[in-house]
């Protein structure tokens, strides 16, 4: 029986394969982040960069990591090559294979890598090209694996929001609550796929709030918007909760958010147009009079990464697809008042979807 790096680099070797079809010219493709390296390795650490010509695959690392890449990589297919600067190894290996042409993806490689490297390249008269998605066409559908951990983050991060639910109080800060969701998530073993945002009262007006010493109080909202990570893959969970006697108004503007989630986690499909999801949620927000107070869009992928695609957004292109994993947050925003956020993780189906995660909404 094979090892799981084997089988992981199988995957990786056969991924690449996919990507070599697609970019038919014979263009060597580089990746250097660790959303990309895992995304094709499996390997949840970062420190190397992955060259993809013809029909091998480099690992460049330095000399400190050289030892954990050859524990980890086993294939004839995937050479080792220990440099430092990566720029100056990637465009050794690029001139010894003949390499005309390099495509990487700008959203992963920093500016200064870019420049530096394509300084390198020219030298040989190699060119780097800068091509956005390299990856997203195999990234946007997820596999079985994928969809287990995701299944498991889900699972975490929903009984962690269900947990602080049950301790919610008047006098705790926002503070209070953020280290308590970390302190939970680090019981789990799990790190947090994102800041927590903990917002009570009238800073839930505001959809990013940074955590502070707010006091909570009685008859006050709490937003709360928090993730997770297990084994690479992100949740996305976000509650609202009313402490104390519902404020009438509050429960009015809960009751439309949720029913324009509703909506959408009723009716999304595959094979529905991805801008279909927003415009379904807006539409119920601006008929109960609250159009300009829905200032995002209604969701976007996750996966190895908290914001991936697609998005969610009114002038989203594509259609949703069978396995693909997503947001749905509608919100409604009252400024100096409260903010109310809706958001579950959920998979596409061929005839519906998953709602993955399951904290209680009230």
């Known amino acids: 029986m094979s090892s799981p790096n084997i089988q992981k680099e199988s995957i990786m070797l056969e991924k690449i394969k996919k990507l070599r079809e697609k970019y038919s010219?014979?263009?060597?493709?580089?990746?250097?982040?660790?959303?990309?390296?895992?995304?094709?390795s499996g390997a949840q650490f970062d420190g190397f960069w992955i060259l993809a010509v013809k029909d091998k695959v480099f690992i460049v690392c330095s000399k400190m990591t050289e030892n954990q890449m050859k524990?980890?990589?086993?294939?004839?297919?995937?050479?080792?090559?220990?440099?430092?600067?990566?720029?100056?190894?990637?465009?050794?290996?690029?001139?010894?294979?003949?390499?005309?042409?390099?495509i990487a993806d700008p959203q992963y490689v920093t500016a200064a890598d870019f420049i530096v490297l394509q300084q390198r390249l020219s030298i040989q008269n190699i060119e780097l090209v800068a091509k956005t998605g390299v990856l997203n066409d195999l990234r946007i559908v997820k596999s079985?694996?994928?969809?287990?951990?995701?299944?498991?983050?889900?699972?975490?991060?929903?009984?962690?929001?269900?947990?602080?639910?049950?301790?919610?109080?008047?006098?705790m800060t926002e503070l209070d609550i953020h280290y308590r969701i970390l302190e939970l998530f680090a019981k789990t073993k799990v790190q947090e796929s994102f800041t927590p945002i903990v917002a009570g009262g009238k800073n839930s007006a505001n959809p990013h709030h940074a955590s502070s010493n707010y006091k909570i109080k009685e008859n006050d909202s709490i937003m709360m918007d928090i993730g997770c990570i297990y084994n690479g893959y992100c949740s996305d969970l976000t509650r609202t909760y009313f402490l104390g006697k519902i404020n009438t108004k509050f429960m009015k503007i809960w009751?439309?958010?949720?029913?324009?989630?509703?909506?959408?986690?009723?009716?999304?499909?595959?094979?529905?147009?991805?801008?279909?999801?927003?415009?379904?949620?807006?539409?119920?927000?601006?008929?109960?009079?609250?159009?300009?107070?829905?200032?995002?869009?209604?969701?976007?992928?996750?996966?190895?990464?908290?914001?991936?695609?697609?998005?969610?957004?009114?002038?989203?292109?594509?259609?949703?697809?069978?396995?693909?994993?997503?947001?749905v947050e509608p919100g409604i925003y009252i400024p100096g008042k409260f903010g109310i956020r809706i958001e579950d993780t959920i998979l596409i189906t061929d005839n519906g979807c998953e709602v993955l995660t399951s904290a209680p909404y009230k």
């Open 25 to 40: 010219n014979g263009e060597a493709m580089l990746f250097t982040n660790k959303s990309e390296t895992f995304y094709l």
């Open 144 to 171: 079985q694996e994928e969809i287990e951990n995701l299944k498991k983050s889900c699972e975490i991060v929903s009984r962690v929001c269900g947990e602080i639910k049950k301790e919610l109080k008047a006098g």
């Open 71 to 102: 524990e980890f990589f086993h294939s004839d297919n995937v050479v080792i090559r220990a440099g430092a600067p990566f720029s100056l190894e990637v465009s050794k290996i690029a001139k010894e294979n003949g390499v005309k042409r390099i």
């Open 255 to 327: 009751d439309i958010v949720k029913a324009s989630q509703n909506a959408v986690l009723n009716a999304v499909k595959a094979g529905l147009p991805l801008a279909w999801a927003d415009k379904t949620a807006r539409d119920i927000i601006e008929q109960a009079g609250y159009r300009d107070n829905f200032i995002h869009t209604t969701g976007h992928g996750v996966g190895i990464e908290i914001h991936e695609m697609p998005s969610l957004a009114a002038n989203a292109e594509g259609v949703f697809l069978t396995s693909m994993a997503v947001t």
